[in-house]
Every structure is written in C-alpha cells, then in structure tokens.
C-alpha cells in the first residue's frame, strides 16, 4: 500500500468548498479531514481527537516550538493549528488527509511538507461569486460587499497553489478533484520502488 | 480555449502500450498522434502527413540543425524523427498530441519541451510480462527471452518519467492516462491566465 497524500485545499470566502469536498468525501471512502487543534475550551459535545485537539497554551506552543504544528495562527486570544503527527498517522495508513486552510496558508504548508498537493477552488468569476452569495439571501448587502472585497484580494493567491478547480460545476469540480488525487499517486516521485517491484514480481499495486 | 499537451508515452518491449493507447483514444475525440518524419522511401499506400512526413536527408538535416525535431534516430540508413512543428500548430488548437516513444527518448524531450507530459507504461511484474509474450503463442522461444532481456533493461529508464502506469488491466489503465490528462490540465503553470479571468468576469473555461 502507498503512502496517501496530504492535500490543501483553499478558496476564496464563499468559494462553495465544502460542497465539492462534500460530493468528493461521498465518492471515496479513503479520504479523511485533519483534525484541528486549538487551546480553546471545549463547547458542549465537542469531541476531543474528533472536532478538535484540545490542548493547553503550554501543549500548544510545545508543538510548535518542536516543528510539529503544520501552520497555526492565533484568534481571538486562542492557538488554532494543525498538528503534523496525526496527519502523518493517517498518511502511512493510506488514508489522503485534506486540510482546509485560508487562502495564505497553502505556500507555509508547501515548505513544510513538499510533497503535499495543493489545489485552489475558483469561483467561475465574479459575477457568478456574487450571484450565488446573493442567492442565500442571509446576508446583508454590506456582509456581501465585504466578502467580494475580500474574495478580490484572495483569488490572487491561487498562483501559489499546484492545481486550479473551477467551481462551476459541482459534479465537474468533484470529478476533477479526483482526477487530481488519481494522478497525483501515479507520479513516478510517489512510486520511486516501482521498478524494483516489477523487476522482482513483486505484488502489484491496484 | 487552453493549449494542449504534449505527452509522451514509453514501455518497454510487449508492455501493451498500444492497446492502452487505442482504447484512450476511444474514449477521447481531443487525442492525436503525433507523425513522424524519415528519409525512407513511401511504401504502397503510405499517405505523406498522415503514416509519415518524407523528407529528404538534406531536408531532414535542416531541421535538425535549426533545433525543429523533438528527436531524431538513424535505423538501418535512413533518418526517422518527430518534427517539432505539426506538433505545436496542434496543440495550438488545442488537442493533445501523444508521441509514443522508446524507452530512452522521454529524458530528451523533457529537456527540449519541458512542459510535455511523460508517462512510462509498466507491466505489473516480469511474469506477467511473460506470460503476455508467450500468450500470443507468435514468437519463438529465443524471440521471447530476448524481449524479456531487453524489458529488463529499459524498465529502469521509468525513472526519468513524470507518471508511472501500470497496465494490469486495459480498463484501469486507459482510466489512470485519462486522469493524468485531466489533472495535467488543472496545474495552475497551464492556467496562469484564470485569476486574471476570474476577476474580469471573462468567459469560464468549461
């Protein structure tokens, strides 16, 4: 079995993410969701090791006084970051972990762990980011017109990512999500024993 | 409309290749292969531009010396190689030129071309690989160990590729082709016009 990957995923404030990553999460039975850590304390029915770490300021800045918080940022007086351990767990088992992360984070992580596949969700354009922003009809004109103010300074953070994934298509954006993750297992980089194998009739992979 | 690729395909002696290739090619209008040229004589039926482009040796050295072939070999006297111009007027257009290959060849086009795509097609295990050959029931005894030997020296030359396939089954593999194409096409290198389209409301690409 190979090692799975460790996949960043960003967007731009109303991006529609979670919806592909939902219709992708429900094709693929091998993927997984890191789990955040955060010296926050714990609301009612929060589950530790499931919606979070919860960790002390001393435990916390352990972490990442020793390399092992993959990014991490303070808000509201709380750490939130993500711990490498786990995520590295996972990996061995095969599993591919997805980080969500804001639109910043993907180049920090990129330098920490080099062989991590990160993709960028576009929205077709602005028009369209607008239109489906609208289209929920919570929010106020003025929460709108923040949120494309903020998606215009984001979307251009997509060109430190490996891969783009336009969202125009739910399907289509799913389907190129695993296109992504197929290829990505079939780099000769991720399969550096294969030679060997086949030259020793090793088991194959599939 | 984005330009399209350049992929290069190897495998070593009886490695399935073109039956891989013939059942992508199926599933894909966007496919062409590229046409080689050779300074040999047309046979009966041979259609210049279409089996081959006949060149003559001045021709053919031309292009060499103005750095227009994407690879060259002498076989038995005559010159055969891929012109570098068909191939770009191509993927100008937009479809996906493959260029089969042997074994040695992928490491000179990816210094020439280097965003071409590479794949190496490698059987499962040199048994299989063996039972392949002989299953054919064409070949003498000496033809098959010699075809064996020679596998077993160009499959290392994998190394040098970008994506590793496995032919195990035709299915699965011509799949693994189809999803390296799609995620080749996402990378962000091929798409360093989508923020600027995004933010300009321009046309989406899907």
Same mark, same amino acid.
């Given at each position: 079995m190979s090692k799975g990957l460790l996949v960043v995923v960003s967007a731009p404030s109303g991006g529609g993410k979670g919806t592909i990553l939902k219709e992708l999460f429900s094709r693929d039975s091998n993927l997984v969701f890191s789990v955040s850590a955060t010296t926050r304390s714990p609301r009612p029915g929060e589950v530790h090791g499931k919606h979070y770490y919860f960790l002390s300021r001393e435990e916390f800045q352990k972490l990442i006084s020793e390399g092992k918080m993959l990014e991490h940022a303070e808000y509201c007086g709380n750490f939130y970051g993500t711990p490498k351990g786990p995520v590295e767990a996972w990996r061995e088992e095969g599993k591919d972990v997805f980080l969500e992360i804001d639109v910043a984070g993907g180049a920090q992580i990129k330098r920490l762990v080099p062989d991590c596949v990160s993709i960028f969700i576009l929205p077709p354009s602005m028009k369209v980011l607008e239109k489906r922003l609208r289209a929920r009809?919570? #929010? #106020?004109e003025a929460v709108i017109e923040k949120r494309l103010l903020t998606a215009r300074k984001e979307?251009?953070?997509?060109?430190?990512?490996d891969y783009i994934v336009f969202n125009d298509r739910l399907e289509d954006a799913a389907a190129d999500l695993a296109s992504i993750l197929k290829a990505e297992k079939l780099k000769y980089t991720r399969n550096t024993d294969s030679i060997e194998r086949v030259l020793n009739n090793a088991e194959t992979f599939r």
């Open positions: 009809g919570t #929010e #106020e979307i251009p953070c997509a060109k430190d990512y």
